[in-house]
T-cell receptor
Framework: ETGVTQSPTHLIKTRGQQVTLRCSSQ?????VSWYQQALGQGPQFIFQYYREEENGRGNFPPRFSGLQFPNYSSELNVNALELDDSALYLC???????????????FGPGTRLTVL | DQQVKQNSPSLSVQEGRISILNCDYTNSMFDYFLWYKKYPAEGPTFLISISSIKDKNEDGRFTVFLNKSAKHLSLHIVPSQPGDSAVYFC??????????????FGKGTMLLVSP
């Protein structure tokens, strides 16, 4: 059983550019969530995808968008990058929707995005 | 408005002693609580959890206590080991009306266990 993987590890972009971050979920996990972790903060929920559709979103603007594919991979796209978008972006997969002791989220190592 | 608060940014403990990490929450709709451990350059790793219907859950050296009336939970590590040195995140989950549950995290507490 492979874990959650993310690419790239690090990324540097300039303000106004667009970026795509990728995540490969654990096999069989049909739910993927994306989180943003700014320096000195805890991870903050961006959105969640279930069976290739967005089914929940946190307090993030529409320029943050995503896709989930049938092969358990997913993408986070951010348009019109701002300096405050600099953060660690984490994806987490789980086998179902409701979190419990038998349905937990497994996190990837994250992508460190720096916006200059 | 922070719904999950970890008021201690750091904690230093000697090897063999007890480490107690604290967490407070404000949302009474949270029904499931978790602790994650995070090493640098790695994603958070699940450590232990507790349902809101319980007040204690134990797993080896790790015990989580939940006080619902005080909206407070704590993680006890006994005995502490140098390998426990990491950032510990408290997280809480609730089922949203639109049909999903997700995690709300605290800011984390950096635990340093010295030999």
């Amino acid at each position: 059983e492979t874990g959650v993987t993310q690419s790239p590890t690090h990324l540097i972009k300039t303000r106004g550019q667009q970026v795509t971050l990728r995540c490969s979920s654990q096999s069989g996990h049909n739910t993927v969530s994306w989180y943003q972790q700014a320096l000195g903060q805890g991870p903050q929920f961006i959105f969640q995808y279930y069976r290739e559709e967005e089914n929940g979103r946190g307090n993030f603007p529409p320029r943050f968008s995503g896709l989930q594919f049938p092969n358990y991979s997913s993408e986070l796209n951010v348009n019109a990058l701002e300096l405050d978008d600099s953060a660690l972006y984490l994806c987490a997969s789980s086998p179902g929707l409701a979190l419990s002791s038998y349905n937990e989220q497994f996190f990837g190592p994250g992508t460190r995005l720096t916006v200059l | 408005d922070q719904q999950v608060k970890q008021n201690s940014p750091s904690l230093s403990v000697q090897e063999g002693r007890i480490s107690i990490l604290n967490c407070d929450y404000t949302n009474s709709m949270f029904d499931y609580f978790l602790w994650y451990k995070k090493y640098p350059a790695e994603g958070p790793t699940f450590l232990i959890s507790i349902s809101s219907i319980k007040d204690k859950n134990e797993d080896g050296r790790f015990t989580v206590f939940l006080n619902k009336s005080a909206k407070h939970l704590s993680l006890h590590i006994v005995p502490s080991q140098p390998g426990d040195s990491a950032v510990y995140f408290c997280a809480a989950s609730s089922w949203e009306r639109s049909g999903y549950s997700t995690l709300t995290f605290g800011k984390g507490t950096m635990l340093l266990v010295s030999p």
